[in-house]
């Protein structure tokens, strides 16, 4: 073929390509770092089907997608958390018909313990979501007993000795709490007036504030890195979109604009990137960002619901890379399944 009708072709197909797959979100996909870790029903089988059964580990470039932990019977209601210096993770799960429980793992020897088991006949069920600063203490939505339909929330100590109520707000859901970067206030969603709203108060309970104040549902708060910034998602435009505020809610930006369904946004750790799932591709798949809200590129493509992004913390004391760290803890977890 002659050489210029081979150039003509390979613009051709770049065109197609980029008219495909736009080249800002190729560029994007390629340049965020990081590992994702999210919940999938795609190895649900009846009559679980539908319920996110296994939790996935994927680059944050969308390659490398493996699976991690599995709990076919019971599932996982959110993804793990992981402690600040990366060498454990937290989740919830259920290991008989005991209701929701909180469960470490030690990542090294892979040693596990159920931290709420003491805890057990005081609420129905316990979800984990943040751990404190200093690794000793994790933030919980403790789910009420019968005839009570609600939730407060909580703060454990990671041997389970010591359960703390911080919100006891009768018949109200306050769920979802996010520690702040210095563990000096939590941010969390509660429908206390009526709607769900993002709060934030003291570490102890006190100074409650309604942040978003607004008619529609604001819910799943995650603080910015630097804790200058909350990232939350909210239905006030007519369909779910990936919003920003100021820490003490004011400034508040959509960063998603989008007509599909856009929810549970997950600050990177370096804060230059925001994980969210989103319904654009017709089921929920997990996306990637700028923390501005520019370069929206999916990570994962399954016929399945993947939900709940949470960015994996590496394990700093060990002598290999991020992206070489989580291959490792790979490695090691791959055959443990809950």
């Known amino acids: 073929m002659n050489p210029k009708n081979i150039s003509s072709a390979i613009l051709l197909l770049l065109g197609l390509l980029n008219t495909l797959f736009p080249l800002a979100n190729i560029e994007a996909a390629a340049a965020a770092e990081g590992v994702i870790a999210f919940a999938s029903a795609r190895d649900?089988?009846?009559?679980?089907?539908?319920?996110?059964?296994?939790?996935?580990?994927?680059?944050?470039?969308?390659?490398?997608?493996?699976?991690?932990?599995?709990?076919?019977?019971?599932g996982f209601p959110t993804p793990p958390t992981w402690s600040p210096d990366g060498r454990k993770i937290a989740f919830s799960t259920s290991k008989a018909n005991d209701g929701l429980h909180v469960f470490i793992k030690n990542l090294r020897n892979g040693i596990q313990k159920k931290v709420t088991d003491k805890w057990e006949g005081d609420h129905l069920g316990y979800v984990v979501y943040s751990w404190s600063r200093d690794g000793k203490s994790l933030a919980l939505s403790c789910w009420e007993l019968p005839p009570l339909e609600a939730s407060d929330i909580c703060i454990i100590d990671v041997e389970g000795r010591r359960l703390k109520n911080l919100t006891r707000f009768a018949g109200v859901e306050d769920s979802a709490p996010s520690w702040s970067p210095d563990s000096s206030k939590i941010a969390f969603m509660s429908?206390?007036?009526?709607?769900?709203?993002?709060?934030v108060m003291d570490a102890d309970g006190r100074n409650p504030v309604n942040l978003t104040n607004h008619p529609s549902w604001d819910s799943s708060a995650d603080w910015?890195?630097?804790?200058?910034k909350i990232v939350f998602f909210s239905h006030r435009?007519?369909?779910?979109?990936?919003?920003?505020?100021?820490?003490?809610?004011?400034n508040v930006v959509n960063l998603t604009n989008h007509p599909a369904e856009d929810r549970v946004p997950s600050w990177s750790p370096n804060g230059q990137w925001i994980a969210f799932q989103s319904t654009r591709d017709r089921n929920w798949e997990i996306y990637v960002m700028d923390a501005d809200g520019n370069n929206q590129t999916r990570v994962t493509n399954?016929?399945?619901?993947?939900?709940r992004p949470v960015w994996v913390i590496p394990d700093r004391s060990l002598p290999v890379g991020t992206r070489g760290n989580h291959v490792t803890l790979w490695g090691r977890l791959k055959s443990e399944r809950q």
């Open 237 to 250: 435009g007519g369909q779910s979109d990936i919003y920003v505020m100021d820490a003490d809610g004011a």
């Open 44 to 74: 649900s089988k009846p009559p679980n089907r539908g319920i996110s059964t296994t939790i996935y580990l994927i680059n944050a470039d969308g390659t490398n997608e493996r699976k991690w932990l599995e709990n076919k019977r019971f």
């Open 302 to 307: 399954h016929p399945d619901k993947d939900v």
């Open 191 to 199: 429908n206390r007036n009526g709607n769900d709203e993002i709060y």
């Open 224 to 228: 910015s890195p630097d804790g200058e």
